[in-house]
């Protein structure tokens, strides 16, 4: 596996990268816009290395934050550090981890975990856990009872 010194180095053609403050005008996806202190507008700086939707790890800025900008050529540039922060999204293998404010979810294949203002759910492309609770609920009540008087129905719940 190669060192990201020499992957930088290649593709910079062995110059220095340089660095500047801008601020975000618009974020799309894995890319953003950015407007530079003394330059001209940048479109589509990247917000990782690779714009990929397959691995690893976004950092959304918010909309007029600002961002250090790294120039890998005339054309290529990425954002390496942010000041303000909408969401993290870390994309390995099949798994998905995404944190906003208040909010994450973890998908792995077709199952999902979020936590949200205080609520917590699961759920898989089949089966959701509050379709099991409600099956649970709904076999307890229709449970019939062996008791020292006899058979009953009264219900657990």
Known sequence: MERISDILRKITGGKKAESFVATVEKVKGRT???????????????????????????????????????????????????????KVELVFGKTRVIMEDSEMRIII??????????????????YTLKQAWNELIAELKAAIITTPSGPGNKALL
């Open 32 to 86: 953003c816009d950015v407007q530079p202190v003394d330059e001209a507008p940048l479109k589509s700086v990247r917000l990782n290395a690779i714009i990929s939707d397959e691995v690893g790890i976004v950092i959304t800025p918010i909309k007029g934050s600002a961002v250090l900008v790294t120039k890998l050529s005339e054309v290529d540039s990425f954002v390496s550090l942010f000041s303000a922060i909408e």
């Open 109 to 126: 294949g077709g199952a999902e975990v979020k936590i949200s203002d205080n609520k917590f759910s699961i759920k898989n492309s089949a």
